[in-house]
């Protein structure tokens, strides 16, 4: 397995809200973490783990209003 995406690797794990920041605007969930291409990150061809934060509980609700209150409930405890 590439270890192109370590760094995101280490900062992130599947499940997390991610925001983007500076050049990389919207919120996504991340996935598919034990792969080659973790996604957003593989998408958007950015391997900076400084590009994105996680995302806070009211920007995923923001993002995402028919989120399931139980989805919704997890981003709040990971974030706050």
């Known amino acids: 397995m590439s ?3 370590q760094a995101i690797k280490e900062k992130f794990k599947a499940g997390d809200w991610v925001k983007g ?3 990389h ?11 080659d291409r973790p ?4 998408y958007l061809d950015e391997t ?3 590009e994105f934060r996680l995302a806070t509980g009211d920007e995923v609700k923001e993002a995402y209003p ?3 209150p139980d989805e919704l409930k997890a981003v709040y405890e990971r974030v706050g």
Do not use: A, E, I, R
Request: hydrophobic content about 20%; aromatic content about 12%.
């Open 21 to 23: 920041t500076n050049k």
């Open 66 to 68: 028919n989120l399931h």
């Open 25 to 35: 605007d919207g919120c996504s969930q991340v996935f598919d973490m034990n792969t």
């Open 39 to 42: 996604q957003p990150f593989d």
């Open 3 to 5: 270890d192109k995406y």
């Open 48 to 50: 900076d783990p400084n």
